[in-house]
C-alpha cells in the first residue's frame, strides 16, 4: 500500500475515520547553484564520488557567507543537507592549515555519534591521514582521530589525549564546555588558539531557562577566546522559528546572517487531523494508525508526549500484532546509550519498521527515510510539530503525517481551527541571560577563568555590581581595589552550577543510596513532596522523605501502585515593579515583577487508568518564595457585575479565563503551559480590583510573557476562540482545564470567561 491507499483507509475505517481536516503540500524540484569560488578541487573531486554532483542554493549561499567571515544560522527543513554547509568550509580550513581546529555543540549526545560518523564519511580520502591531531597520539593505546567526541562517556584517559593532541574537531555539549573546556581552559590552548569555526546544531532548543544558561557559558567561551587572541566564526542551525538571527544573536552576542530558503527536493506532503469520538481513546487510534502504516509495508515513526504512553503503545502493538514484534521499537530518555545507539542504527539500516518515541528523536539524528509520522497529541508548539513531522519524506518520497488530539486545550483549537494552523508563523524563542538568578553564578564562573574587571566587554560588570558585592557577601568572591579586580575564593565553582534548571539542584536517591535522578528547587515540592508518585525508567516510585536541608529525596519502589499524585496548593502574588503599561481597549496591562509565594499544602491521589479522585491527603511544607516576570490584568467591577446578573460564577470566570490564556500562550512563545504559573483574585489587596495575574514559571523569569505582552490582542483573540469553539458548556479539559492545576479546577466558569474576554477586545 502507498500513501494514498494508506489516507484513502485511515478516511474509511471506523474506529479511524475521524477526520477533522486533510492538507495536501505539492512537493518541488530541487533548486542548485554553482560551487563557490575557493573550495579546493578535492573536496569537489571527492563529494562528486560519494555521489554528490551539486549544491543545493541554500548550501551554496551558507559556504559563500562563510568563507566571506560571516556568522551564519542556517534554518532550513530536516534532512535539507545542513551539515554540509559547516563540514565543507572546516574540511578547506583543514586543507589550508593543518593545525585548524573546529567545534561542534550539541545538546543530545546522539547527536554528537550522528555528526561524527557523517564528518568521517565526509572527509575520508579529503584530508591526508597524520593532518591535525589524526595519528599525532600514538604513544599509548588507540591513536586520535580526525574528530572526537568529548562528552560525559569519554574516558578521562581518552579526555587527556584530546587536550594534549587536539583533533580537528571536538564533538561536545554545552555541559562540558561549562565544566571541562571553560574551567580548565589552559589545558585546552592547543585547541583554542587554532580554533576557526564554532557550530551550534539544534540552536532553538536553547530557549528558557537552560537556553539562558548557555548564552552565559558561551560568553564565558568567548572571553577565554579573546584572551587568546582567538575570534571565530559561528555556524548554527535551527529548526523554523519566528526568531532565529535574535535568538543567535542572544546566545553569542554577535550578528548572524540568516539563510532560511531552502534548495532541497520536498516530496508531496499530507497532513491529516484526527479528533477521535469519545467512544476512542486517542492513544488507541494512534496505536491502531501506527500497526496499520508497519503492517502495509511504511517505515512510520509515532511521537508521544509521556514516557509512559511510549511504552504503553510500544506494548499494545506488540502484544495485539505479535508479528510486527520484531520490526518495533520503543526510543526515549532513560534507555542506556548502547541500547540508542543500536536503535539509532537499526532504523537507519531498515532493520526497524517503525519506532515510538518521545521528544528523544525530535532533533536531527539521521535515521533514515521514513513514510508516516504520528504525533500522539499537538507537540506543543507549530515548530515542534513541524519538526516531528519532518522526520517522513526526508528522501523527497510522498509521506504522510498525522495527527492525533488529545483532550488538551490546544489540540482542540486547531481542530476547530485547522486554517490557523496551517497558515499561522512558528513560534519565538525567548531566552534572558539577564536573570539574575542565572546570571549571578555565571559572573562567579567568570571570574575564576580569568579575573573580572570594569573594562570586561562580554560582561558588563558596573552594570551587574550589586550581584557582585552579593558575592562578596557570601564569601565566594573578592575585590582588589587597587587593580579593579574581581576574582574567586574557592576553585572550580562551576561544579557547583547546573545549567539545566534554575537554582539548587535535589538529588533523588533510593534508600540505599543509588542516585537515579535530579530535579529542580522550581519543581521539587509540587513533584517530590513526600507521598508523591515519581516515575524514572519505566518504574514508578513513592517518595518517603524530602530533606531540604541536604538538598535531597528519598524513594522506595512502588511498581504496584495503581494511582498517580498531583499537588494542592495556595499561592499568592505581589507586585515588585512595573516596567511597562499598554492598553487594549479599555483594558490597562501592565508588564513587570513580580514576588510569588506559593505552598504545596496536600495533595490528591488519582486512579490512573480513571482519574477518579482517591483521597486527599495534607502536607506541611515550607513555602517557595522567588521574583520573576509576569503581566496583570485588573477587571473592572462592571465586568463582573454584568457576569454575576447572567448567573455565572465570578471566580469561575476569573480562574477560567487564567487557565486559557495560559494555554493559549504556548501559541507565540516556545514554550509550555508547565513554563508558566498563573492567579485569579476575586479581590487582590495590592490593587484593591479583581485580578488576573499570568507569570514565568522560572526565578528570575525567562521572557515568555513578555512575549505575550506584546501579541496580546491576537493572544486574547485565541483565547476567546477556543472557549467559544468548545462543545462543553461549562468546563472542560479541552478548554478551561488544567491537568497540574493547585485547585482541583474549581471553581471554573467559561461563559463568564468569555463574557470577560469579549469586554477586554471590545466585543461587548
Same mark, same amino acid.
Given at each position: 500500500m502507498d500513501i494514498n491507499g494508506l489516507i484513502a483507509e485511515i478516511k474509511k475505517r471506523q474506529d479511524l475515520k475521524d477526520v477533522a481536516h486533510h492538507e495536501v503540500f505539492a512537493g518541488s524540484a530541487a533548486s542548485t547553484g554553482p560551487w563557490p569560488r575557493g573550495i579546493a578541487p578535492i573536496i569537489r573531486e571527492k563529494l562528486l564520488e560519494k555521489g554528490l554532483k551539486n549544491l543545493y542554493t541554500h548550501q551554496c549561499e551558507g559556504i559563500e557567507a562563510l568563507l566571506g567571515r560571516e556568522n551564519i544560522v542556517i534554518m532550513t527543513p530536516t534532512a535539507s543537507g545542513k551539515s554540509l554547509i559547516y563540514q565543507i568550509p572546516i574540511l578547506q580550513a583543514i586543507l589550508e592549515d593543518p593545525s585548524a581546529t573546529s567545534l561542534y555543540i550539541s545538546p543530545l549526545k546522539g547527536l554528537l555519534h550522528d555528526q561524527q560518523r557523517a564528518f568521517k564519511e565526509i572527509a575520508a580520502g579529503i584530508i591526508p591521514s597524520g593532518s591535525s591531531g589524526e595519528g599525532t597520539a600514538k604513544k599509548r593505546g588507540k591513536p586520535l582521530g580526525l574528530s572526537e567526541i568529548y562528552d560525559g562517556d569519554t574516558t578521562s584517559y581518552r579526555r587527556k589525549k584530546i587536550r594534549r593532541h587536539p583533533p580537528a574537531l571536538v564533538l561536545t555539549n554545552p555541559d562540558m564546555i561549562h565544566l571541562a573546556i571553560n574551567a580548565y581552559h589552559q589545558q585546552w590552548q592547543l585547541f583554542l588558539k587554532r580554533l576557526k569555526y564554532i557550530v551550534i546544531d539544534e540552536v532553538h532548543s536553547y530557549r528558557g531557562v537552560f537556553g539562558s544558561h548557555v548564552a552565559n557559558v558561551l560568553r564565558r567561551l568567548q572571553r577565554i577566546l579573546r584572551h587568546y587572541g582567538v575570534n571565530p566564526q559561528f555556524i548554527a542551525c535551527s529548526a523554523t522559528i519566528a526568531n532565529a538571527e535574535e535568538l543567535c544573536t542572544d546566545l553569542t552576542g554577535l550578528d548572524f546572517r540568516l539563510i532560511s530558503k531552502s534548495g532541497a527536493p520536498s516530496g508531496r506532503r499530507n497532513f491529516i487531523f484526527i479528533n477521535p469520538a469519545s467512544r476512542h481513546s486517542p492513544y488507541t487510534v494512534a496505536t491502531r494508525l501506527f500497526a496499520l502504516s508497519i503492517t502495509e509495508g511504511l517505515r512510520t515513526i509515532a511521537f508521544t508526549k509521556a514516557r509512559k504512553i511510549t511504552e504503553l503503545m510500544h506494548s499494545w502493538v506488540s502484544k495485539s500484532v505479535p508479528e510486527l514484534r520484531e520490526k518495533i521499537s520503543a526510543y526515549r530518555a532513560g534507555f542506556l546509550p548502547e541500547e540508542r545507539r543500536e536503535i539509532e542504527r537499526s532504523l537507519f539500516s531498515g532493520e526497524l519498521q517503525g519506532v515510538i518515541t518521545t521528544s528523544a528523536l525530535e532533533l536531527g539524528l539521521d535515521i533514515g527515510g521514513l513514510d508516516v509520522c504520528i504525533l500522539a497529541g499537538y507537540p506543543g508548539t507549530i515548530s515542534s510539530t513541524w519538526q516531528r513531522g519532518g522526520r517522513a519524506g526526508r528522501s523527497g518520497r510522498d509521506s504522510l503525517i498525522v495527527l492525533v488530539a488529545i483532550e488538551d486545550a490546544l489540540d482542540q483549537y486547531f481542530m476547530n481551527n485547522p486554517e490557523d494552523f496551517f497558515c499561522r508563523n512558528v513560534e519565538a524563542a525567548v531566552l534572558d541571560m539577564e536573570n539574575p538568578v542565572i546570571l549571578k553564578p555565571h559572573l562567579l564562573c567568570a571570574a575564576a577563568e580569568l579575573q573580572l574587571k570594569s573594562t570586561d566587554t562580554l560582561y558588563n560588570v558596573r552594570a551587574h555590581r550589586d550581584l557582585l558585592n552579593e558575592l562578596q557577601d557570601e564569601e565566594k568572591l573578592r575585590y582588589w581595589q587597587k587593580g579593579d579586580i574581581w576574582y574567586p575564593r574557592t576553585k572550580y565553582p562551576q561544579r557547583e552550577v547546573s545549567i539545566r534548571g534554575c537554582g539548587r539542584p535535589y538529588s533523588i536517591i533510593t534508600a540505599n543510596g543509588r542516585l537515579i535522578g535530579e530535579s529542580s528547587s522550581q519543581r521539587v515540592?509540587?513533584?517530590?513532596?513526600?507521598?508523591?508518585?515519581?516515575?524514572?525508567?519505566?518504574?514508578?516510585?513513592?517518595?518517603?522523605?524530602?530533606?531540604?536541608?541536604?538538598?535531597?529525596?528519598?524513594?522506595?519502589?512502588?511498581? !504496584?501502585?495503581?494511582?498517580?499524585?498531583?499537588?494542592?496548593?495556595?499561592?499568592?502574588?505581589?507586585?515588585?515593579?512595573?516596567?511597562?503599561?499598554? $492598553?487594549? !481597549?479599555?483594558?490597562?496591562?501592565?508588564?513587570? %515583577?513580580?514576588?510569588? $509565594?506559593?505552598?504545596? %499544602?496536600?495533595? $490528591?491521589?488519582?486512579?490512573?487508568?480513571?482519574?477518579?479522585?482517591?483521597?486527599?491527603?495534607?502536607?506541611?511544607?515550607?513555602?517557595?518564595?522567588? %521574583?520573576?516576570k509576569g503581566i496583570w490584568m485588573e477587571v473592572s467591577p462592571d465586568i463582573l457585575e454584568d457576569v454575576k446578573a447572567e448567573g455565572y460564577s465570578v471566580g469561575g470566570a476569573l480562574h477560567a479565563a487564567e487557565h486559557s490564556a495560559i494555554a493559549m500562550l504556548p501559541l507565540y512563545a516556545l514554550c509550555d503551559r508547565m513554563d508558566l504559573g498563573g492567579l485569579s483574585y476575586e479581590f487582590n489587596p495590592d490593587l484593591e480590583s479583581a485580578a488576573i495575574f499570568i507569570y514565568d514559571g522560572y526565578e528570575g523569569g525567562v521572557g515568555l510573557t513578555k512575549r505575550g505582552f506584546y501579541f496580546i490582542a491576537s493572544w486574547f483573540e485565541s483565547t476567546l476562540k477556543l472557549m467559544e469553539e468548545c462543545r462543553c458548556e461549562v468546563s472542560c479539559p479541552s478548554c478551561t482545564q488544567d491537568p497540574h492545576c493547585g485547585n482541583g479546577n474549581e471553581p471554573l466558569d467559561k461563559r463568564g470567561a468569555m463574557m470577560i474576554l469579549k469586554s477586554w477586545l471590545g466585543k461587548d
Amino acid at each position: 500500500m502507498d500513501i494514498n491507499g494508506l489516507i484513502a483507509e485511515i478516511k474509511k475505517r471506523q474506529d479511524l475515520k475521524d477526520v477533522a481536516h486533510h492538507e495536501v503540500f505539492a512537493g518541488s524540484a530541487a533548486s542548485t547553484g554553482p560551487w563557490p569560488r575557493g573550495i579546493a578541487p578535492i573536496i569537489r573531486e571527492k563529494l562528486l564520488e560519494k555521489g554528490l554532483k551539486n549544491l543545493y542554493t541554500h548550501q551554496c549561499e551558507g559556504i559563500e557567507a562563510l568563507l566571506g567571515r560571516e556568522n551564519i544560522v542556517i534554518m532550513t527543513p530536516t534532512a535539507s543537507g545542513k551539515s554540509l554547509i559547516y563540514q565543507i568550509p572546516i574540511l578547506q580550513a583543514i586543507l589550508e592549515d593543518p593545525s585548524a581546529t573546529s567545534l561542534y555543540i550539541s545538546p543530545l549526545k546522539g547527536l554528537l555519534h550522528d555528526q561524527q560518523r557523517a564528518f568521517k564519511e565526509i572527509a575520508a580520502g579529503i584530508i591526508p591521514s597524520g593532518s591535525s591531531g589524526e595519528g599525532t597520539a600514538k604513544k599509548r593505546g588507540k591513536p586520535l582521530g580526525l574528530s572526537e567526541i568529548y562528552d560525559g562517556d569519554t574516558t578521562s584517559y581518552r579526555r587527556k589525549k584530546i587536550r594534549r593532541h587536539p583533533p580537528a574537531l571536538v564533538l561536545t555539549n554545552p555541559d562540558m564546555i561549562h565544566l571541562a573546556i571553560n574551567a580548565y581552559h589552559q589545558q585546552w590552548q592547543l585547541f583554542l588558539k587554532r580554533l576557526k569555526y564554532i557550530v551550534i546544531d539544534e540552536v532553538h532548543s536553547y530557549r528558557g531557562v537552560f537556553g539562558s544558561h548557555v548564552a552565559n557559558v558561551l560568553r564565558r567561551l568567548q572571553r577565554i577566546l579573546r584572551h587568546y587572541g582567538v575570534n571565530p566564526q559561528f555556524i548554527a542551525c535551527s529548526a523554523t522559528i519566528a526568531n532565529a538571527e535574535e535568538l543567535c544573536t542572544d546566545l553569542t552576542g554577535l550578528d548572524f546572517r540568516l539563510i532560511s530558503k531552502s534548495g532541497a527536493p520536498s516530496g508531496r506532503r499530507n497532513f491529516i487531523f484526527i479528533n477521535p469520538a469519545s467512544r476512542h481513546s486517542p492513544y488507541t487510534v494512534a496505536t491502531r494508525l501506527f500497526a496499520l502504516s508497519i503492517t502495509e509495508g511504511l517505515r512510520t515513526i509515532a511521537f508521544t508526549k509521556a514516557r509512559k504512553i511510549t511504552e504503553l503503545m510500544h506494548s499494545w502493538v506488540s502484544k495485539s500484532v505479535p508479528e510486527l514484534r520484531e520490526k518495533i521499537s520503543a526510543y526515549r530518555a532513560g534507555f542506556l546509550p548502547e541500547e540508542r545507539r543500536e536503535i539509532e542504527r537499526s532504523l537507519f539500516s531498515g532493520e526497524l519498521q517503525g519506532v515510538i518515541t518521545t521528544s528523544a528523536l525530535e532533533l536531527g539524528l539521521d535515521i533514515g527515510g521514513l513514510d508516516v509520522c504520528i504525533l500522539a497529541g499537538y507537540p506543543g508548539t507549530i515548530s515542534s510539530t513541524w519538526q516531528r513531522g519532518g522526520r517522513a519524506g526526508r528522501s523527497g518520497r510522498d509521506s504522510l503525517i498525522v495527527l492525533v488530539a488529545i483532550e488538551d486545550a490546544l489540540d482542540q483549537y486547531f481542530m476547530n481551527n485547522p486554517e490557523d494552523f496551517f497558515c499561522r508563523n512558528v513560534e519565538a524563542a525567548v531566552l534572558d541571560m539577564e536573570n539574575p538568578v542565572i546570571l549571578k553564578p555565571h559572573l562567579l564562573c567568570a571570574a575564576a577563568e580569568l579575573q573580572l574587571k570594569s573594562t570586561d566587554t562580554l560582561y558588563n560588570v558596573r552594570a551587574h555590581r550589586d550581584l557582585l558585592n552579593e558575592l562578596q557577601d557570601e564569601e565566594k568572591l573578592r575585590y582588589w581595589q587597587k587593580g579593579d579586580i574581581w576574582y574567586p575564593r574557592t576553585k572550580y565553582p562551576q561544579r557547583e552550577v547546573s545549567i539545566r534548571g534554575c537554582g539548587r539542584p535535589y538529588s533523588i536517591i533510593t534508600a540505599n543510596g543509588r542516585l537515579i535522578g535530579e530535579s529542580s528547587s522550581q519543581r521539587v515540592f509540587h513533584d517530590l513532596h513526600p507521598g508523591a508518585i515519581y516515575m524514572h525508567g519505566g518504574n514508578l516510585y513513592k517518595v518517603k522523605i524530602l530533606d531540604p536541608g541536604k538538598g535531597s529525596v528519598t524513594v522506595e519502589a512502588a511498581d !504496584n501502585t495503581h494511582y498517580h499524585t498531583t499537588p494542592i496548593t495556595n499561592e499568592e502574588i505581589s507586585i515588585i515593579s512595573i516596567e511597562e503599561k499598554k $492598553r487594549l !481597549n479599555a483594558l490597562e496591562l501592565h508588564y513587570g %515583577t513580580l514576588k510569588v $509565594r506559593e505552598t504545596v %499544602t496536600g495533595y $490528591r491521589r488519582k486512579e490512573i487508568s480513571t482519574e477518579i479522585n482517591l483521597g486527599e491527603f495534607t502536607l506541611v511544607l515550607p513555602p517557595t518564595v522567588f %521574583t520573576t516576570k509576569g503581566i496583570w490584568m485588573e477587571v473592572s467591577p462592571d465586568i463582573l457585575e454584568d457576569v454575576k446578573a447572567e448567573g455565572y460564577s465570578v471566580g469561575g470566570a476569573l480562574h477560567a479565563a487564567e487557565h486559557s490564556a495560559i494555554a493559549m500562550l504556548p501559541l507565540y512563545a516556545l514554550c509550555d503551559r508547565m513554563d508558566l504559573g498563573g492567579l485569579s483574585y476575586e479581590f487582590n489587596p495590592d490593587l484593591e480590583s479583581a485580578a488576573i495575574f499570568i507569570y514565568d514559571g522560572y526565578e528570575g523569569g525567562v521572557g515568555l510573557t513578555k512575549r505575550g505582552f506584546y501579541f496580546i490582542a491576537s493572544w486574547f483573540e485565541s483565547t476567546l476562540k477556543l472557549m467559544e469553539e468548545c462543545r462543553c458548556e461549562v468546563s472542560c479539559p479541552s478548554c478551561t482545564q488544567d491537568p497540574h492545576c493547585g485547585n482541583g479546577n474549581e471553581p471554573l466558569d467559561k461563559r463568564g470567561a468569555m463574557m470577560i474576554l469579549k469586554s477586554w477586545l471590545g466585543k461587548d
